[in-house]
């Protein structure tokens, strides 16, 4: 790596999020329970890894309360939700209540103690068994310990150009 | 991390490919040129991890002849597009040879070499600075270096369930 190279070529970190809402997402709510309490929040920078072992990656502020609860508990659950839990999303991932994100709708504890949510695409079930900073965040990867199949969504959440979209029909 | 319980709740991975499936990702062509040679794929295994520095992550088979080039050059570039260039992703994603990979589209060389995609909604030009192996695959963390806009697609590339789909309209 050339530092020289990166300091002179450094691209602000305005226009890097400019660049990134051209990036579609699905919407995901992440989910943890453990002794270090319960804790959920909106994601699109979820990632699939490897099919072996089954593994994703979700990537969390460092200084975020939540990275603290998910590095405690180790447990978390990714749920890939359609666009009819938009609502969900938005309250995940503001500055509702705890008590209130989890009160809005129905959950199934998940083999490690993780809130599934019922009614998502898929509840992905992981033990986080490793990690990795990078600048302000952590990469958590997420060894898939058991997998919920709901349906599939024919309106699977979108997040677009800094706004919830629709997928067209087939 | 008990192993054991992973052991005992193991995900096949065709059960995992399956839950993926339901998992809807924007369209990248990653491209690379250097010391190790040319290459390009298609990818939606890429993600936003931090904006301080700009970084993105790819991950790619470690098995793959692209890993190799893209370790050994440490440059490249994710273009993300929009459904105009499906069939330039379809050839990107199949066994057609380098030549006509790059044959098919206009391309101009990012500030590190690495082959920016003309017409693309966004060129990331970037540095591989880290990588983290998990599993089967590496997990390449690319800083970017400069950025190239270009418009909006009213139509971004998607895929969802194993098919190429559209974004309705607004």
Known sequence: MNIQVLSETSVPAALFKDAMARVAGAVHIVTTDGPAGKAGFTATAVCSVTADPPTLLVCVNETSSVARVLTANKVLAINT?????????????GKTSLEDRFASARWTPGSQGAPLL?????????????????GTHRVMFCRVVAVRLGEVALDPGLYFNRRFRHMAPV
Chains 1, 2 share one sequence.
């Open 81 to 93: 939700v359609g666009s009819e839990f938009n609502e969900l999303a938005m309250l995940m991932g």
């Open 118 to 134: 019922d009614g998502a695409m898929v509840n992905f079930d992981c033990v986080t068994h490793d990690s990795h900073v990078c």
